[in-house]
């Protein structure tokens, strides 16, 4: 039966650890079958911007012996209002897989309803579970582990958020979020992740508060695509959660700070902390590729 990856509660605990343990193999370069996808075909649908999603599997399909074939929404007859699942039915008999970015996660779900193939979520409105693959494996180089581990997101809870969320539960390491009134997790997220009964959520309004012994600090843009009309509304209730050197002053002195990317540099976050000593977000960029190969060949193979 073909698995998809439209969220990160579709791989178990000991799933994440195998693909954790082959992303570091494959980075090391300890890559024993080298191209395991020959002779297969990965597509790519993009409805929204992307620099890393679109390029880290573009290469990593390169390289574990697949093709990518990158099918621009605008060009397909899905953007002249094919259905997704005649689509997805069609796609099913050329393709092995298929990586896409969408606005609604249902786009995702219904896709992958019709769809024979594995589906990849490359972020929706509701979840971001690759970026998360990426900010486990750098967590865990740079502390040697994940489980116990608090980490601390400051800022606009969104899909990268959420998708930590679903994260904390599934390993075990405590998530503080400090986010302004209004802006917390919803309820439905909180509650998909209640019975995987580990980790440990806890909201807070207070930036200082959640960065206080915090071995990661995590934040994201606070205006994600598609929500631009909100834009001034959102950057005037966040602007007291940006994450700067004085926030960095009340974390423990060898926490890393982690940023999906792209950042509004002197929003959400500061260029010296961005650039400064504790910073790992270009590690974790790279990551994305090293654990998107480990997903791909998990589930194409
Ligand atoms: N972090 C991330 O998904 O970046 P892109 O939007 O550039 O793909
Ligand atoms: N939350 C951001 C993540 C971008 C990678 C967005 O959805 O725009």
């Known amino acids: 039966m073909k698995r998809d990856f439209l969220r990160l509660t579709d791989l178990?605990?000991?799933?994440?650890?195998?693909?954790?343990?082959?992303?570091?193999?494959?980075?090391?370069?300890?890559?024993?079958?080298?191209?395991?996808?020959?002779?297969k075909s990965i597509g790519l649908i993009f409805e929204k911007s992307s620099t890393r999603t679109r390029v880290s599997f573009e290469v990593g399909i390169y390289q574990l012996g697949a093709q990518p074939i990158y099918l621009n929404p605008k060009e397909i007859q899905l953007g002249r209002g094919e259905t997704i699942s005649d689509t997805a039915k069609v796609l099913s008999r050329y393709l092995d897989g298929i990586v896409i970015r969408t606005y609604g996660h249902e786009r995702l779900i219904e896709f992958a309803n019709n769809a024979s193939i594995p589906v990849i979520n490359g972020l929706s409105d509701l979840y971001h579970p690759c970026q998360t693959l990426a900010d486990l494996l750098t967590i865990r180089e740079k502390k040697g582990r994940i489980e116990g581990i608090r980490a601390a997101y400051i800022g606009d809870v969104n899909n990268v958020t959420n998708s930590l969320i679903e994260a904390s539960a599934i390993l075990g390491f405590e998530l503080v979020i400090a986010c302004p009134e209004g802006y917390e997790p919803s309820y439905e997220i909180l509650d998909s992740v209640?019975?995987?009964?580990?980790?440990?959520?806890?909201?807070?309004?207070?930036?200082?508060?959640?960065?206080?012994k915090a071995d990661v600090i995590y934040t994201d843009v606070w205006v994600s695509m598609g929500q631009e009309s909100e834009a001034e509304t959102k950057k005037d209730r966040l602007r007291g959660y940006q994450v700067n050197s004085s926030l960095l002053g009340c974390a423990k002195k060898d926490t890393i700070v982690l940023h999906c990317l792209p950042a509004h540099r002197g929003e959400e976050i500061t260029d010296d902390v961005i650039d400064g000593p504790n910073s790992a977000v270009f590690d974790q960029a790279?990551?994305?590729?090293?654990?998107?190969?480990?997903?791909?060949?998990f589930l194409v193979r």
């Open 12 to 39: 178990s605990s000991d799933e994440i650890g195998m693909l954790m343990d082959r992303a570091a193999d494959m980075k090391a370069g300890r890559d024993a079958s080298n191209c395991p996808l020959i002779g």
């Open 194 to 212: 209640r019975d995987k009964g580990k980790g440990n959520i806890i909201i807070v309004g207070d930036p200082a508060e959640a960065a206080g």
């Open 286 to 297: 790279e990551n994305r590729l090293h654990t998107q190969k480990a997903l791909l060949e």
